[in-house]
């Protein structure tokens, strides 16, 4: 197994080159496209514009805005208790992904409806498969367990004409799997990306949501809510790496089926396992991509079971 860890010190990162979120939101702008937004914005410590992020409605209201001005949604909501993710980072890792795709392309990114993504839990929000679909025209597939996230992600979908025919959402009828019982069978995918759930229990995602609110300066009398996300969201047995050595051992069992298998890894040190597990299943190739916003370091990490034939004709196939 070959292993690329990309260069560069992801603490010192900033978003993505092509990441339409750089420097500051431009309030005056996002109001003038969702008035709604003006009932969460406040002066912060700097007197400048900003919005409290520790608010699951502003936060809320500050998602509709930018996918409104960025994206043309203009049609976006989630049930109360769902998560409720940061646009920008969320670009980040599809911009980052767009670039894993082109490493394997000869530098040009593959675009297009013909480019098939597994976004593997999709959440309500759908926010992976609009900006993918937004930024580069690739269609998705979006799974999750949860039937009121499937039915919400569809209502999005239908509700934004743009997005007829490029999103699929479909339900996992059994937890314990990831992509049995989803894929099709002969179904092929250029990507899988995924954002596990973090957490091995609802007491480690209660305890990291707390000092979440302590870095955003919230006020520790306010009651211990988390930002957003219902169980299946936020934990699972094992956390993060659990999970994702659970995709691992299933992905070797689908070797040709998808070009890169991906997913988000929180904490550094759950690479270590992860990339035990890869070694085992037989991956031909890994990448560790590192990430950050501001202060944030993160990274995805990759892998692939195809030979460098196979990654030709697969290019041959399909990205020409």
């Known amino acids: ?13 900033a978003l993505h080159p092509r990441n339409r979120h750089q420097g500051r939101y431009d309030f005056a702008q996002l109001l003038a496209l969702s008035p709604e937004l003006a009932a969460y914005v406040r002066p912060n410590e700097h007197q400048a514009d900003s919005i409290d992020f520790a ?5 809320k209201a500050m998602n509709r805005a930018l996918l409104k001005q960025y994206y043309g949604i203009g049609i976006w909501d989630i049930p109360p208790g769902y998560l409720c993710p940061p646009i920008p980072g969320r670009a980040d890792y599809l911009h980052h992904l767009a670039d894993l795709l082109a490493a394997s392309n000869g530098g040009q990114i593959p675009r297009g409806k013909g480019i098939r993504v597994l976004d593997v839990g999709v959440g ?6 609009i900006i993918g679909h937004r930024e580069y025209g690739w269609r998705f597939v979006g799974s999750d367990i949860d039937p009121v996230a499937i039915r919400v992600a569809r209502q999005i979908v239908a509700a934004n004409p743009g997005l007829a025919g490029t999103i699929d959402c479909r339900l996992q009828p059994n937890p314990a799997d990831i992509f049995r019982g989803v894929l099709k069978p002969g179904e092929l995918f250029d990507l899988v990306l995924c954002n ?9 995602a209660a305890g990291a949501n707390g000092r979440k609110r302590q870095q955003l300066g919230t006020a520790p009398a306010q009651p211990a809510l988390n930002f957003g996300g219902q169980a299946g969201e936020l934990w699972c047995t094992g956390g993060e790496e659990g999970f994702v050595r659970r995709m691992v051992a299933e992905s070797a069992r689908l070797p ?18 992860i990339q035990k597990a890869l070694d085992k299943a037989g991956a031909r190739a890994v990448r560790i991509v590192p990430m950050a916003q501001g202060h944030k370091a993160s990274r995805f990490i990759a892998w692939t079971f195809l030979d460098e034939a196979q990654q030709q004709e697969w290019r041959e196939k399909r990205w020409k």
């Open 196 to 204: 596990p759930p973090f957490h091995a229990s609802a007491e480690d």
């Open 1 to 13: 197994m070959k292993q690329h860890p990309t260069a560069g010190s992801p603490e010192k990162a």
């Open 124 to 129: 309500a929000n759908c926010i992976y498969p």
């Open 256 to 273: 040709t089926a998808c070009f890169w298998f991906t997913a988000l890894v929180s904490k550094r040190d759950s690479l270590y396992g």
């Open 55 to 59: 608010d699951p409605a502003a936060v």
